[in-house]
């Protein structure tokens, strides 16, 4: 009996299994790595970002202290990170907080505001925003 014919077909099916599953663990592998990068990223952008509003925050103060009774900022932020709807809360203080989170993938950013004047608490989307002196308070909103 012959068994050269099978030795080869035995072989290719190892082969073939065995690339299968180094493939399968390299794009495992590769997957996580790339949904780590994409937390990092969206973790960077909201800090970004939160550190923008916390500016704009701390200047319309300044304003408000220097004697502005009609204080509005306007700040133009992008709607999304990285692809992702995003949502800032205003935490009142002292000091006062920001916090900017995504839910896919789940990542929470918080930057802290020092103010003299009282910051209302509010929460909305990302996305252009106003802050405004009522007379008493600080208000962030959108825009």
Known sequence: MDDRAVNTTVGYVL?????????????????????D???????????????QVAGDLSGADRLVR???????????????????RYRIEVVPGPPATLRLRTDRPDVSVAVTVRTERA?????FDGGDI??????????????
């Open 15 to 35: 082969t073939l299994g065995i690339s299968s599953l180094l493939i399968v663990g390299l794009l495992v592998t590769a997957g996580g790595f790339v949904d």
């Open 37 to 51: 990068r994409r937390q990092t990223t969206v973790r960077q952008e909201l800090s970004v970002i939160g550190q």
């Open 66 to 84: 220097a004697g502005g009774t009609d204080v509005e900022m306007r700040s133009s932020l992008p709607d999304e990170v990285t692809g992702i």
């Open 119 to 123: 910051v209302r608490e509010t929460a």
């Open 130 to 143: 106003r802050i405004v002196w009522t007379g008493t308070e600080l208000v962030v909103r959108r825009a």
